[in-house]
């Protein structure tokens, strides 16, 4: 199993996926990407991270089809077929994530509609992070 970003991301030996981000020690403040050094909260100056697991679930914030194939270096399917991505909201975690949408349309999809983090493989073929229907 390849993973498109090493470190950002991990799939349980069942298939479930949890981004992986950072908490500050010193304020608590979350961070996607995950994040090693000073705290991404301006008014703290801690310098100290823990890795941790973000919420799995979050409401859709905005959404949007890729028409067009994305330039190189990127590998993109041919023939190529529009790719749906989603920002999401993770619960409770002050964090919108972008990601591509599995399985689901924009017409499928509505801001609010409440989304599960799953994974699948790009057109290159390692696996990613994607936003499912949520079960």
Known sequence: MTLAIDGWF??????????????????????FPPQRGLCRN???????????????????????????????????ARPYRPV?????????????VL?????LTVDDLAVGMELELVNGPLADGPLMWMWGRAS
């Open 84 to 96: 749906t991505l989603a920002a999401v909201e993770l619960d409770g975690a002050g964090l919108v």
């Open 10 to 31: 991990a799939i349980d030996d069942d298939g479930t996926t949890h981004l992986i981000g950072t908490t500050c020690l010193t304020c608590g403040t979350v961070a």
């Open 42 to 76: 301006p008014r703290c100056e801690g310098d100290e991270t823990a890795a941790t697991r973000l919420p799995r679930r979050g409401r859709i914030w905005s959404y949007t089809d890729a028409c067009y194939p994305p330039p190189e270096p990127y590998v993109a």
């Open 99 to 103: 990601g591509q949408v599995k399985d």
